[in-house]
């Protein structure tokens, strides 16, 4: 099982709780993991180097707070596995300029650097690495997971059995939290704004975003394609204490958007008030910090190494020789 996430804006924000991090933790008893930080795929927004390095620090404390173990779970920052970047110029000579031009995230930027294109490639060279065959991520990921499988595929097919297909494991649907004041674009660490949840949020700062969200006409508390707003707040709602859509809806029958508002707000308060303890324990610590990621990068090249070995045999890479 494999998934990563990208050390950008304040903290990570949540959607990337509901989508993704929050599986992570559920499934480190039943799963080999390997989570990651992304700062190369950070990279393509050039953040300040003093940031993303700070960045990727803090982003290991908060991983932890939401309850990833590096006990039992391999935590590492991807530029510490030089592998990735290398599987990712070999996937890349096997990519379709016209493939991946159709990646939808791409298109949506209208443009931008050379990074920005071929990230799915590198996404899925991050992948096929650890032979994940289970690979938790948001709706927003799965165009890049097909890519992912058909370029497995097609390096299998060209140079023999290498990788395993990975499946996507996107935990039940709507799981897609929208930004609070723009419900038509996703929930996203590197928008922020008064429309973005971070887990770090203090009580007050999450009560006043969730209470000045976009809700939509009328006065049905309702889930429906005509109300992203309210639905987006049902959907916090549902993950925040466990209950169904339907049960929810129910019990604000007839009852006004104050209401629920105000329980949206108590409910994330609640569930990231522990988050924000631990963290602040963690956070303090930065040697063992620093140990999670040395240990977890150790870790991790053991398996990439390997992987790389194979890749560059059957590619037809000459090994280094000396006679
Ligand atoms: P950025 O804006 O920097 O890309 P992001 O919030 O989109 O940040 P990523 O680091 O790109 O976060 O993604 C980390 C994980 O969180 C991925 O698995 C992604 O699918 C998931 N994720 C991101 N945003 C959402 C969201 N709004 N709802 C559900 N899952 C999300
Ligand atoms: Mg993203």
Known sequence: MLSGIRPTGESFQLGNYVGAVRHWASMQDENECFFFLADLHALIDTPEPQRLRGRTRQAVAELLAMGVDPERSTVFAQGHV?????????????????EASRMTQFKDKGG?????????????????????????????????????????????????????LPAAYAGRAGERIKDLRDPSRKMSKSIGGSGTVWVLDDPKTITKKVKSAVTDTGREVVASEEKPG??????????????????????????????FKADVADAVVELFAPVRERYAELVADEGYLDEVLADGAAAARGVATSMLTTVRDRVGLLAPRRT
């Open 112 to 164: 931008g650097t050379v990074g920005l294109f071929t990230y799915p490639v590198l996404q899925a060279a991050d992948i096929l690495l650890y032979s994940a065959d289970a690979v938790p991520i948001g709706e927003d990921q799965r165009q890049h997971l097909e890519l992912t499988r058909d370029l497995a595929q097609r390096f299998n097919s060209r140079y023999g059995d290498t990788f395993s």
């Open 230 to 259: 309210v639905t987006n707040l049902l959907t916090i709602l549902s993950v925040a204490t466990g209950k169904a859509l339907p049960e929810l809806e129910q019990a604000y029958a007839g009852k006004g958007y104050g209401d």
């Open 82 to 98: 030089p592998e990735h970047a290398e599987l990712g110029w070999i996937l890349g000579c096997l990519t379709g300029f016209g």
